[in-house]
C-alpha cells in the first residue's frame, strides 16, 4: 500500500464490471476485518473514485462521488484512518452533507446525509482526492502528530 497512492487524485469509474464488483467485495472485507466505518479505493491501492461506508449496520457503496451541497453547520468529531494507524484527532466539518453518486448497480442517486454518514463521507471523500484528515488540523498540530 504505497503512500504515493493516498496523494493521488483518482480516477472516475468508466464501467461498473465483474472487476469493480470484486474489488466492492474485498473493500468491505478489509474494512470489517479493521472494523472501520469507511474505506476509500485509494486505501487497498486502487486510484479509483470509490468508497464504501458501512454506518449503523447499513451498507454503502458511492461510485464516483460528488459532494454537491454542505451545511453552512459545522460540527468536530474525532477521526481517524485505517492508513494512519495510531493518529486520532478532533476535525471540524460541515455536519450534513447532499452527495450524488452511483451506487453498486450503477443507478444514480442522491442522498441527504448528517450524523456520522455525513462524516464518513466527507473524510473517504477526500482519499479520492488525496487528502488526508490530518490535512484538515491546523498545521502546528499535524506537525506535532506526524513526528
Ligand atoms: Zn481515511
Known sequence: MGED???TVSEPVTAIDDDIRALI???FDTMKKENG???AAP???KNIRIFIALVHNQKYVF????IIETSQETCVMEEGCL???KIYDYVTRPAAVKIQFLDADGKRCTMEAD???ARVIQHEN???NGVLFIDRLDPEKKEELVK
Open 37 to 39: 466505518v469507511g474505506l
Open 5 to 7: 497512492c493516498l496523494r
Open 25 to 27: 467485495g474485498e473493500m
Open 43 to 45: 486505501q487497498v491501492g
Open 83 to 85: 492508513s494512519i494507524p
Open 115 to 117: 450524523g456520522l454518514l
Open 126 to 128: 477526500d482519499h479520492l
Open 63 to 66: 461510485i464516483n462521488p460528488q
